[in-house]
């Protein structure tokens, strides 16, 4: 027998027509992946990289590194390597080598890893161990405090069982060095420790630090460490490397950006088909309208899922017109923080109207209110941002830079 899935259904999906909402912020894994879109680049970049013992998957927060390290989980596993997903508490940096330990010894229960049998380890009590310990040390850190019931004596017994981080290290590289299996470790939420830690120098001290332990500890042919980081360490690391300077020892480091236009329409219409709707995504969004949404959140999905969340609930209860328009996105954009100026989406404006334009285009100038020079730097920021096509045309001796919207299929 079948369960019936559950669902609170609200006023919002009731008037779009919809059971579940398409714009859910949540971390893709499992049966949700199937709403993974894009980011084959990065994909191919860190896969070919696992040569090296360490690889960095870096990104700005809620860009959808978890999720895209689920999905390169499973790409790993089809391509016959076993992997060892870690996902960082989130309570204390003093814990990561014991869950790193923690899941290669699962990994050897279910026999994903074999390890040669004249090194003897036994995975159940060992984790049993990790879970004392793990748990003495979140406690600690938190200020709370652990009683051993059995007084003195049984104390200082559970002490002897209880893993800290040294021994951890010392299992792990022992376990990598007697491994009969090639396999990939993924440390997810690494950059939590910078929240944890609340200071730069010694966040960078300890991702430094973690780099030094695979290098030094766990390194080994067929086996590969990926683990994510915030955009600040993924810069010092490269403007050290590019100076000379450091000893980090990342092999290859794969930035997540955040969508362009096309992609963006793509992750739209996933998600708006996957819930059922069964019109196009130009009854959706309008055209004006999206390249808004692109410009107030420069295709950053968590943004962009809570920009469309409000719209739709606006459009709800104002009881409009089921599809959202330029108004209902300025509408709902917040005032305070909204990542955008008037006049770069007039510009927007003028080259889907338009076409492509130039700078020194006198009818540009007049309809968006610059003149060349400051107009000619708003393009090139909106370039950047939203990688508008740029084209270099000679007239006589004068070289013209001819920019164009990137082209977008709306009727997908």
């Known amino acids: 027998m079948i369960k019936e899935k559950l669902n609170i259904i609200t006023p919002v999906l009731k008037y779009w027509g919809l059971r579940e909402h398409p714009f859910e912020d949540y971390v893709l894994k499992g049966e949700t ?13 860190l896969v070919n990289a696992l040569t090296n013992r360490l690889n960095g998957l870096y990104g700005a927060r809620g860009v959808g590194k978890s999720s895209f390290l689920h999905k390169f989980e499973k790409t790993v596993i089809q391509d016959g390597l076993p992997v060892v997903y870690v996902s960082m508490s989130g309570i204390t940096e003093k814990a990561l080598y014991r869950e790193i330990l923690a899941e290669l010894l699962k990994a050897i229960q279910k026999e994903q890893i074999k390890i040669n049998r004249k090194y003897k380890v036994n995975a159940k009590d060992e984790l049993e161990r990790l879970e004392n310990s793990i748990k003495e040390t979140n406690e600690s850190e938190v ?7 059995g007084g003195k004596k049984e104390a200082k017994e559970k002490s002897l069982r209880i893993h800290d981080e040294e021994s951890a290290v010392k299992l792990i590289h022992n376990i990598i060095n007697n491994s009969q299996t090639a396999f990939v470790v993924i440390v997810d939420d690494l950059e939590r420790v910078e929240h944890i830690i609340d200071n730069d120098n010694a966040y960078v001290r300890f991702i430094s630090g973690v780099a030094r332990t695979i290098d030094e500890s766990f390194s080994r042919q067929g086996i590969a460490f990926v683990v994510s980081l915030d955009e600040k360490f993924a810069e010092k690391v490269k403007q050290d490397l590019h100076n000379g300077e450091g000893a980090f020892s ?14 963006t329409i793509k992750l739209i219409g996933v998600r708006l088909r996957d819930k059922k ?9 309008d055209e004006d309208a999206f390249w808004l949404l692109m410009l107030s959140t420069s295709g950053h999905p968590r943004k962009m899922f809570a920009l469309l969340r409000n719209s739709m609930e606006y459009v709800e209860f104002k009881k409009k017109k089921l599809k959202l328009d330029l108004e209902i996105i300025k509408h709902n954009l917040d005032e305070p ?23 020194s285009d006198i009818a540009f100038q007049r309809k968006v209110g610059l003149s060349r020079k400051p107009l000619a730097e708003r393009l ?22 001819i920019y164009s919207l990137p082209t977008v299929e709306f009727n997908d």
């Open 250 to 263: 990342f092999g290859t480091l794969v930035g997540l950006p955040s969508f362009n236009p096309q992609e």
């Open 33 to 45: 992946l199937r709403l993974f879109t894009g980011r084959d680049y990065e994909l191919n970049k």
């Open 277 to 285: 709707w069964s019109k196009n995504i130009a009854e959706f969004i």
């Open 143 to 149: 200020g709370g405090q652990l009683v051993f019931k």
């Open 337 to 359: 923080t909204k990542d955008y100026d008037d006049k770069d989406l007039e510009i927007l404006k003028y080259l889907s109207d338009k076409g492509a334009a130039s700078a």
């Open 380 to 401: 090139k920021t909106l370039k950047d941002k939203l990688q508008l096509n740029c084209n270099k045309q000679a007239i006589g001796n004068t070289v013209k830079d």
